[in-house]
């Protein structure tokens, strides 16, 4: 099995104690991130239960089928990111495998973000965009893109931030300058990455599926 | 109090200590040991504190007379949200966690260091990149919203540099949960051998309950300050009314951090005085484990009371009930630290050194501002003194009177071990006692002109509340030189102040049982705990005379 | 040197099927959630989904994450943050449906 | 101009709020003496070195004395919120035979209209011991109607209409302030309350300029605003009529009951296809930004007026 002293850091003198540190620091501060986003959630969620009308208008005028791909595609980010993680975990060697579902995840991502950026261009166009010429024709349906707006915005900021850690991790296990069995940072970008893709389960229904019944 | 020398105890060390280890400016701006990186915070939050202070100055001035005359009234605005900011922000809630609790946290459960390092140099460049934000946004023009930015004021009418501001208390907001996170880990990981959750001293306590807030309350912050941002810079309507937005919404988000944000602010200062006083009445704190349980109960109960600022605001009356209940509630916790505080006192050996003075005082005063909370509390008499001077004289009894004092307190408690030098005594009392009476005559006569109707941030004011306004604006000069006072004799004491031993004042914890000032690494030896804190006498004893025998003379790293 | 790769080679696959199964079941999960948007049922429509953003989460977090088998203190790290966010909803929305049905 | 030291109570909730404020200060009052006394004697006591008895400590300071006035603390403190919700509770809604004043308030100024159409600015003149009822709105930001005299406080936020009553008690000039920061001139939005016996009231309300009141101004917007080409009796375009509406409970188009009060008639004006009336299309265009508040308060009152008319009708 691998050595960690590699991997110990000031001001730790037992690798077990550090690993324990750094996965519950990441676990307090996606606790923050909850608060972070909910507090998102709950603006829309008072926003909607305030204009129930204009929130199904709104929704309708979303593209479906562009939020449907991509929560598939972040889902299978997850699970590609969830195998390397625990194959890190699981120090067996397993580094080509953990390499590939590495470069695979940041793929995914950026596959996320191309997809959006398809969406943004298209919203663009049918000046879903609040302000003097907003397409729809109620006030308050520019409420509903505005938190769209705000919402989708924020949340690809967290997914790039999630690509830029994961492409690191690959290129620096590649280059092997990085010991990748057992290393902490693997599970704990694996976790950011996992709470970004619970943060877009929730946005799916709220930004995607309103008003689509009736 | 000489400090003899203790058995076991070697002569001054020859290695160097934290402050001498690299005297370079690379090395003080790159330093990843907490007790440099808590000077750092020191220093920054002085410069804030000054930079406040003169903006009230300006103000205390200007409300001397009802017409005032001094300012415009858009600079009247612009000073006093000034103010509130920079004090809120960049003083108040940094001042103990990041500054003490930095510096001790670690040497009071027995740890090389805080348990992300690196990450509590980045807090320290976040605070300091939001505070050049903030000022760059009062230089700029100033903002006028208030410290609350209430919409829509502040997203379709204020034509001040509210995005800068905003921007700025953003990123400070990430620096309170960088802090936040290193804390909680760091307590919950590298504790000492031997030192159980029921041994640690209450200013850890304090900064453990406080942690917990600033991790969950500051994202909230965070996002209802990204809604004004993004609604005033990209036009994204949230809060506009004609649009379906809702202004009250924003008060909710706002007050859902501002509150437990307070609880931020006044439970280090709970946790430094519950360190001095059993070490200046030689007792052990009255009732420790009710003091944990009313501090996590005060952290827990801080999210549920938020409504309390909203009773006028257009809040539904059912709401209002509840949050009023809830606000009784979380009154009970600290009547309970209040009596047990006093109660240490009982059969002690009270000695009447500044530190002392500050913790008293700081008893005092924040008995004033929390029974002042239980009118505030109860709806009627809310209606009536919500946004008037009595909420103003009400916060500033619990922020200034109860936090700044026991932040003074703290300081000149822990000089000795952050510096090595001990400061002038007499001069010490004096600017104590000068605090307390400032104060108090800045403050209490604007309980008296709040009851009576005078709204606050008003640039002119009916004539007939002059005699209150008066009294308050002189009580602030006397205010001002006691804040001055210690800056001078603090940075005499550094070049000719006397040699502190390890344990001047003979307290317990583990800070007083290594050097002062400490070594890079803390410890020599790794200390070992083996009793509860505050052991002043034995157990069966009211109070002993003689300093501790020190819990980890013995143990070998 | 094979017995070593073979090993390893079977946790690996071990893995796979244990993760895929968990990416199938969100997969089924997300399919649901679009049929149920299309189907008018009043107020449930809107809480179907979310219900099931719910399930999903829950499947991300306990199996993916592996908070199911985490220290005990990570659990309550994990709860905190969801604990306050309750009380955050609950008040809030207390004061605005009251408000709304007070009007 | 002489200071203050006491402030009027001059209205009847007044009276009940000083009450509850002086219980407080009398508590609290005595709360700080107990804790002062006991800081000053303990620490004069037991100074270090004094004569005192120290030994160990009495068996009765212990945890059951610390559980006894945590208790205590909580027992009393829900006391305390038991009277103030009491005395908030019972001044809740308005008595129905109150006097409807409309204000709406704008950066830096109070404006304010009787029912019979009489405006004032910064002023608002009203009988003595007579309930009245303010309904208000904002036109820009929140500011908040506040009257020390009256002890009454309420935020008036854009886009929602807030609604206070008070009774006064004693005649005389009242301030009236702003007490929510709305911008540079704050502090200069300030105005009066003129409390007067019934009858000057009644004389200087015939003494003001003739402005029709409210309901003969909204029925000409009625017709100038196009409203009538549909909801007017004679008009073959299938909309709800508004005769006899005001105060009826109205079924919506999903299935919910809506009593159709004053918020109920401005969001149909503003957002028409937020509540639609069963059996009827959205084909309602919406006037947001076309009709300022003073023009749907008008509105209302007009539509109010037409339910009157069909009760004296049929009676």
Not at chain 1, 50 to 63: D, H, I, L, S
Not at chain 2, 226 to 232: K, P, Q
Not at chain 3, 54 to 72: D, H, N, S, Y
Not at chain 4, 126 to 136: A, G, H, T, Y
Request: glycine share 8%; proline share 5%; with cysteine.
């Amino acid at each position: 099995m691998s050595e960690t002293t590699g991997l110990l850091k000031e001001p730790w003198q037992y690798f077990e104690r550090q690993r324990e540190a750094g996965t519950f620091g990441i676990w307090v501060f996606l606790a923050s991130e909850v608060l972070f986003f909910g507090a998102l959630m709950l603006t829309y969620t008072v926003c909607r239960i305030e204009n129930v009308q204009a929130f199904a208008a709104a929704g309708r005028e979303t593209n479906i089928w562009y939020g449907t791909i991509n929560t598939a595609i972040l889902l299978t980010s997850s699970l590609t990111m969830a195998m390397a993680s625990q194959a890190a975990a699981a120090n067996e060697g397993l580094r080509r495998l953990i390499l590939w579902c590495l470069a695979a995840t940041a793929a995914l991502g950026l596959a996320f973000l191309v997809v959006k950026g398809f969406e943004y261009r298209e919203d663009i166009e049918k000046h879903l965009v609040p302000g003097t010429h907003f397409g729809l024709k109620q006030p308050t349906e520019q409420l509903f893109f505005g938190l769209y707006w705000i919402v989708t915005g924020v949340h690809a900021v967290h997914l790039t931030i999630g690509i830029v850690m994961v492409v690191r991790l690959t290129l620096l296990g590649y280059l092997n300058k990085f010991q990748l069995d057992e290393n902490p940072e693997i599970q704990v970008t694996g976790l950011y990455w996992h709470l970004v893709d619970i943060i877009w389960i929730f946005l799916y229904p709220l930004i995607y599926l309103p008003g689509r019944s009736s | 109090m000489t400090d003899a020398l203790l058995a076991g105890e070697l002569p001054f060390p020859s290695r160097p200590d934290y402050l001498r280890d690299g005297t370079t400016l690379t090395s003080w701006l790159t330093t990843t040991d907490h007790k440099r990186i808590a000077i750092l915070f020191a220093v920054t939050i002085t410069a804030f504190f000054f930079m406040g202070g003169a903006a009230i100055t300006a103000v205390r001035l200007e409300l001397f007379t009802p017409n005032g005359g001094l300012l415009s009234s858009d600079t009247y605005n612009k000073l006093f949200s000034f103010h509130g900011i920079i004090m809120v922000w960049f003083f108040l809630l940094p001042s103990i966690p990041n500054t003490m609790g930095n510096f001790l946290l670690p040497l009071m459960i027995g740890a090389p260091d805080l348990a992300f390092p690196r990450l509590n140099l980045f807090s320290w460049y976040l605070t300091v990149a939001a505070g050049a934000v903030t000022v760059y946004a009062l230089v700029a023009g100033g903002v006028d919203t208030g410290w609350t930015f209430y919409t829509p004021y502040s997203t379709m009418f204020s034509n001040s540099h509210v995005l800068a501001a905003a921007a700025g208390v953003f990123m400070v907001g990430f620096s309170s949960i960088a802090t936040g996170v290193n804390f909680i880990a760091t307590i919950h990981i590298l504790r000492a051998p031997g030192m159980t959750w029921f041994r640690l001293p209450l200013f850890v306590w304090a900064i453990y309950a406080t942690s917990i807030i600033m991790v969950l309350a500051t994202p909230v912050l965070a996002i209802s300050l990204l809604l004004v941002i993004a609604e005033r810079w990209l036009g994204l309507p949230i809060f506009d009314p004609a649009r379906g937005g809702d202004p009250i919404l924003f008060q909710h988000l706002f007050w859902f951090y501002s509150h437990p944000a307070v609880y931020i602010m006044v439970l280090p200062a709970m946790g430094v005085v519950s360190e001095i006083i059993p070490c200046f009445a030689r007792r052990r704190i009255f009732g420790y484990d009710f003091m944990v349980y009313a501090m996590i109960a005060i952290a827990g109960i801080g999210f549920f009371v938020w409504g309390h600022h909203m009773f006028v605001s257009g809040q539904s009356a059912y709401a209002n009930l509840i949050f009023s209940f809830l606000s009784f509630i979380i009154g009970v916790p600290s009547a309970i630290k209040v009596f047990n505080w006093t109660a240490s006192l009982y059969r002690g050996q009270i000695s009447f050194n500044s530190p002392m003075l500050y913790a008293l005082g700081f008893v005092g005063l924040f008995t004033t501002g929390g029974l002042s909370g239980l009118f505030l509390a109860s709806i009627p008499v809310d209606v009536h003194v919500t946004d008037t001077y009595f909420v103003v004289a009400h916060f500033h009894y619990i922020m200034v009177g109860g936090s700044v004092s026991a932040f003074f307190g703290g300081l000149h408690f822990w000089w000795p071990k952050v510096t090595g030098k001990m400061y002038p005594e007499s001069w010490a009392k004096f600017a104590a006692i000068l605090m307390y009476s400032g104060f108090n005559m800045t403050f209490l006569p604007q309980f008296f002109a709040g009851y009576l109707g005078m709204p606050r941030r008003y640039h002119t004011y009916p004539p007939e509340y002059q005699i209150y306004n008066v009294m308050s604006s002189s009580g602030a000069a006397v205010l001002a030189v006691a804040y001055l006072l210690p800056l001078g004799y603090f940075a005499w004491s550094l070049f000719y102040g006397e040699r502190a031993g390890n344990n001047p004042w003979g307290a317990t914890g583990l800070e007083w049982t290594t050097t002062s000032p400490p070594p890079p690494q803390n410890f020599d030896r790794q200390p070992r705990v083996d009793r509860g804190p505050y052991d002043y006498h034995a157990a069966g004893q009211s109070a002993g005379l003689d300093p501790p025998e020190p819990q980890n003379a013995r143990e070998v790293r | 040197m094979n017995t070593h790769n073979t090993h390893s080679r079977t946790i690996a696959w071990k893995l796979w099927r244990r993760n895929g199964l968990i990416w199938a079941a969100l997969m089924l999960l997300l399919t649901l959630t679009l049929v149920f948007a299309y189907v008018p049922m009043g107020l449930v429509t809107p809480a179907a989904g979310i219900v099931i953003a719910f399930v999903k989460a829950g499947l991300v977090i306990l199996l993916f994450m592996e908070l199911a088998k985490a220290r005990p203190l990570i659990r309550l790290a994990a709860m905190a943050g969801v604990v306050f966010l309750a009380v955050l909803f609950a008040l809030t929305l207390a004061d605005v449906l009251s408000r709304l049905a007070g009007r | 101009m002489n200071p203050i030291f006491s402030l009027p109570e001059a209205t009847t909730h007044a009276e009940r709020v000083d009450h509850i404020f002086y219980g407080l200060l009398v508590l609290s009052g005595l709360t700080m003496l107990v804790v002062f006394a006991l800081v000053l004697v303990l620490a004069i006591r037991y100074r270090r070195g004094s004569g005192a008895k120290r030994g160990p400590l009495p068996e009765i300071v212990s945890r059951e004395f610390e559980i006894g006035w945590t208790m205590a603390t909580l027992f009393l403190f829900a006391f305390l919120f038991w009277w103030a919700a009491s005395a908030d509770l019972s001044s809740l809604a308005a008595p129905a035979n109150a006097l409807e004043i409309h204000v709406v308030a704008k950066q830096w100024m109070w404006k304010t209209q009787h029912p019979n159409g009489a405006r004032e600015i910064d002023a608002l003149h009203i009988p003595v011991d007579k309930p009245v009822r303010l309904v208000m709105t904002s036109q820009d930001v929140i500011h908040s109607f506040f009257v020390p005299a009256f002890r009454v406080k309420q935020d008036v936020v854009p886009g929602r209409e807030a609604e206070i009553w008070f009774q006064a008690t004693k005649t005389g000039v009242f301030p009236l302030l702003c007490a929510e920061y709305c911008g540079t001139d704050h502090s200069m939005m300030r105005g009066r309350i003129i409390v007067m016996r019934q009858e000057d009231y009644a004389d200087w309300l015939t003494k003001q300029p003739e402005g029709d009141d409210l309901a003969h101004v909204g029925a000409k917007l009625f017709v100038a605003r196009g409203c009538s080409g549909c909801h007017a009796d004679a008009s073959r375009v299938h909309a709800p009529k508004l005769a006899g509406l005001y105060g009826r409970s109205v079924q919506l188009s999903d299935g919910r009951q809506v009593k159709a009060d004053d918020g109920y008639i401005r969001d149909s004006i503003l957002q028409p296809k937020r509540d639609i009336a069963a059996g009827y299309e959205p084909i309602m265009p919406s006037y947001a930004g076309l009709l300022d508040d003073g023009e749907i308060q008008s509105l209302t009152a007009y539509i109010r007026s037409l339910a009157s008319q069909t009760e004296k009708a049929n009676d």
